[in-house]
Structure formats: C-alpha cells, structure tokens
C-alpha cells in the first residue's frame, strides 16, 4: 500500500513509520495538515533521508529529513515540479533525494502514483559531486577541524610558559560563502569557534592567510593607533603549481581538465620541489595538498620558513625559476652558463629525463605531429638540423616500418644530430636538455608564494566544482596520487551511510580515513615535536640569559 508520509522541515521520523510501509516522502513547509496531502501553496523542498547516525543526536530507531535546498538556489524552487518516491523496506537507507516545487491546485498529488517524482534510483541516489548539504554533513562529520586547529597553533595551544596564547587569534581565515560572499579576516580564539564557525558558515572554500600582529578581526581599532600596527608577521612558504601553466606541453586536456596522462607533470613538479626543499633549503616539514581540480599547493611549515620575510620569499621562488628569457623567443627555458646549477643537474638527472622519455613524449605524441614536432624543433638553435630533421619526419610520415614508438624513435634522431661529436657549439648541445625543461619543470605561480599576504585554500577543502576534496599528498609515494580517484563529497556520505554505526571515528569509516591519518602521523605530529623542541629551547636560552643578568 502507498501512502503519503507528510514530515516538516527538520521533523524527527521513526526508522519503523519508514519501514513499515512503501512511503511517498514529503516535506512541507508551514501548513497544518490534517490528511496525507500538503496544502495548497505550501513551500516544499526536496528531502534527504540519511543514515541514523547522520542526525545531532540521532536514536537507532529515528531519522531526521533534512530540507535540501536546489542545487544552486538558496530557496526551493518557485516552478512547479513533480516528486515522487518510495523508501525501501531495509535498515540500509541511502540518501535519498526528492525534487519539490510549489504547490499548486493542478499539481495536487494524486493518490501515491506516477504524479511524483523522486530524482534517482534507491541506493544511487547521490549522484551529484557536490551540494551545500553534503557540506553540511562533511563539516558537520568529517572534517577534520581538531587536526586543523592544531595544525595552526603550532605548539601555542600548549601549557608551556612560552606559548604565545594569542598565536591562533591572530590568524586570517578566509571564507567564501555560496554566491561568492566572501568573509576575509576571520579569527578565532580556540578550536571550538573555529569549528563552530565552519558548521554554521558552511563555506565553500576556506582559505588560510598570515599570522598577523594583531587579531585581524579587530585591526581598524588599531588602524588609529599607527602606521604598521596591523601586519603579518608569520606565513608558512607556500607555493601553487597549476595545470592549466602547461597548456602548451599537454595535448589530451586543457584548462581546468586533468587526466591520468598530464597528472605526472604534477607528480614530477611534486618531486623536484620536495628534494630541493629538503636538501637545498633543509626544510623538513612540508605537506603538500591536492588542489581539488588541477593543480597541487605546497606548505613548507618549518619556524624558519614562516618566518621569512616578503624579499627572502621572492628569492626562495626566484631560486626554482628557470625560464629567465623574454616573452619575445619561444624558448621557455634558457640554460646558460658553461655548467648548469647543481639543483637543475640533479632534476634532471633524477626526475625530469626520464620522464620526458619514458612518459611523456609518448603519452602527448610530442615528435608523431607535425604541428606538435615543429613546436621542439623551432627550440633548436641550429637552423640546418632542425631543417633536415623537418623534411625527414615529413617524409616518414605514414611510415610504419618499425614497431618502437615514433616518438621515442624521432627523439634519439634529434639527441643523435643535435649531440654528434661534430657538434662544437654548447648552445646547441644543451638544447636537448632544453627541451627537456621546457616541457617538464615545475611552472610555479610566483605571485603566490612571494608575498606573506596571499591566501591559499585549507587542507581538506572540497573543490565545489569538482566535489573532491584536497587531501595531502604524500610525496615519496607521489606517483600513487590519482586525482579521478580522490573521493568526492558524495562518495564519502555514501560510505558513511552504508558504513557501520559502531565504528567510532567517523573519518574511519570513510575513504577519508587514510588521508586524515597520514596528515596526523606524516606531517602534524613531526611537526608539534619540533615547535614543542622550538619552544624549549629558545624559551630556556631566555631564561639563562636573565639569570646570566642577574649573577651580574
Ligand atoms: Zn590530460
């Protein structure tokens, strides 16, 4: 039998009412109902049934109806739309959506057949990446805002004397908030506003600025007070790579797309930075993140690192930069000099070659063109060769005679003239690892990392785009990443849906689990041991050098 099951917004159902029947689910808003029909001119919006466990203070035998609103409206609809659904008769209820318009006279629901709609099959039915209320539930559930917090205090939120309790408060956390509202210059005080903040304010994306000198929150009541009173003082060294830099060395996507044959110009820029951050720098506490979409974002979280001045940044940045041409040659990348910077042989050596050789020369088809093959030959500085071996792969067209990979083949050709013994000129020799750079090293967006000021989106984020959220990424096992598999909002309610109630920690019970643990074991807890070694030690040179004064 079918019967309409009427619940208002936010109404507390039994998991039994549910079970009991094949139920036609509908939320309405605002009318007192005395049958099983909502009341002209009623506002309805769509429902979503969750797991038990999602409700605040859920029993085993209720379930709390969520009002979703649209996808892309604040409000439910104003057009009329048909619903229609059943909850199965099984304790493993999925998420479940129900499309709802304004009633109206002719849209009356019939007698529970055909004349409502719900969108999606039973058990499919996220079907959707992202929504503000999936977000609500990962806030509210899995995102991981203890680990955060500490993650920001750095040691501060400690009992040793030397914390700096006013360390967290004088963070910048930006939201961006549906329609693109955005909040700057949010602060808070401890981990329960932050996190009560996130719950309420539901952002789309929530950035990570400077430590400031002040709470920035409060900084026009210093505005009077003097010049540079409100400053930052302390950033992490951060830096942005994005895909769409390699626009003209990729071929299978462009833009905002990414696929598992340009993924690795990602994973190797992870490579090359990370060693030379490592072994040049001597930074040991370095968390790199998936940007959601395309790209990848680098936290370098050392004492020492955040403490770095706006100039020292510029030429940290400045050290990773290669192409120092102008925009008038179409080389991207000049190496000159008679030897190359140690940091350029070592990349090459380890990373960048064979890449080039072994993946991406194939994978792009960069030499099979013509239009892709002139674009490596126009970066050889030696006229007559690019033109013999121009006319050759002309020529070779539509040959086939050899089963290797054209590419590979035409690449040993050029390597072959370009470095032959007759070949005197350094200039034309070192166009091969020319090349090589041109189309692989890493392409980093210097604004970003040069200026302490600039925002850069939190771990953990979910792109809105996308629905996938920027977990970290460990970078000696960087050539695991994929970025299609990185679970997505829905993927992630769905598992906590289906998952079992009796698992504690919900970041456990879901995909998200691995990239939580990691971040807590990998990266924040090496990281609190040594602001907590930091601490100690400047705080007991302190106290030394006031006994030092007093002995005198
Ligand atoms: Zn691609």
Not at 140 to 149: K, N, T, W
Not at 172 to 194: K, V
Not at 342 to 358: H, K, Q
């Amino acid at each position: 039998m079918n019967e309409n099951l009427l619940v208002d917004l936010n109404d507390v159902i039994s998991f039994d009412a549910l079970q009991s029947h094949n139920k036609n689910i509908i939320v309405a808003q605002g009318d007192k109902r005395s049958d099983s029909r909502p009341a002209e001119g009623s506002r309805l919006g769509r429902a979503s049934i969750g797991n038990p466990n999602l409700s605040p203070n859920p029993t085993q035998s209720q379930l709390v109806l969520t009002y979703l609103p649209p996808k892309g409206l604040p409000f439910p609809p104003f057009s009329p739309k048909r619903a229609k659904g059943q909850v199965a008769g099984s304790s493993n209820l999925s998420f479940f959506r129900v499309e709802f318009g304004n009633m109206t006279k002719k849209e009356e629901f019939g007698d529970g057949r055909d004349d409502m709609l719900i969108d999606g099959d039973h058990g499919k039915s996220i079907t959707d990446g992202f929504s503000p209320e999936y977000l609500k539930a990962y806030y509210g559930m899995l995102f991981p805002h203890a680990e955060i917090f500490k993650w920001m205090s750095y040691g501060h939120d400690g009992k040793h004397p030397a914390c700096d309790h006013s360390y967290f408060g004088r963070r910048e956390f930006s939201f961006t908030l549906d329609n693109d509202i955005y909040l700057r210059f949010q602060s808070f005080n401890n981990a329960a506003e932050l996190e009560n903040s996130i719950k309420e304010k539901c952002p789309f994306k929530i950035d990570i600025g400077p430590v400031y000198s002040v709470d920035p929150a409060k900084r026009h009541a210093y505005a009077q007070a003097g010049d540079n009173v409100f400053t930052p003082v302390e950033r992490e060294l951060i830096f942005d790579i994005d895909m769409s830099d390699y626009d003209d060395v990729r071929y299978c996507c462009s833009g905002a797309d990414v696929c598992i044959d340009c993924w690795p110009l990602m994973t190797i820029a992870i490579k090359v930075m990370d060693t030379a951050l490592r072994d040049d720098f001597g930074f040991n506490h370095i968390l790199w993140v998936y940007s959601g979409r395309r790209g990848v974002h680098c936290w370098v979280c050392d004492g020492r690192a955040r403490r770095l001045t706006n100039e020292q940044r510029a030429a940290v940045a400045d050290y990773f930069r290669v192409y120092k041409g102008n925009d008038n040659s179409n080389k991207m990348v000049s190496l000159i000099g008679p030897a190359l910077h140690p940091l350029l042989i070592r990349s090459y050596a380890d990373v960048l070659r064979g890449f080039f050789e072994e993946k991406l020369l194939c994978s792009q088809k960069l030499l099979s063109i013509e239009e892709r093959f002139q674009k490596i030959l126009d970066l050889i500085p030696d006229e007559d060769i690019a033109a013999e071996l121009q006319s050759r792969w002309q020529e070779n067209r539509r040959s086939s005679i050899s089963k290797e990979d054209v590419n590979a083949v035409r690449w040993e050709q050029l390597k072959h003239l370009v470095q032959s013994p007759k070949q005197k000129a350094l200039g034309v020799r070192r166009c091969v690892e020319e090349i090589v750079f041109s189309y692989t090293y890493p392409r980093l967006d210097m604004e970003v990392s040069k200026h302490m000021n600039h925002l850069l989106k939190a771990p953990f984020c979910v792109h809105p785009k996308t629905g996938r959220v920027c977990i970290p990424i460990d970078p000696e096992h960087c050539d695991d990443f994929d970025p299609t598999a990185v679970p997505t909002l829905s993927e992630l309610l769905e598992e906590l849906n289906s998952s079992r109630a009796d698992v504690n920690d919900e970041f456990n019970r879901t995909s998200l689990g691995r990239s939580v643990k990691f971040f807590r074991t990998s990266f924040l807890e090496p990281l609190l041991k040594s602001c907590k070694e930091e601490m100690e030690s400047t705080y007991n040179a302190k106290l030394q050098q006031s006994k030092n004064s007093l002995s005198w």
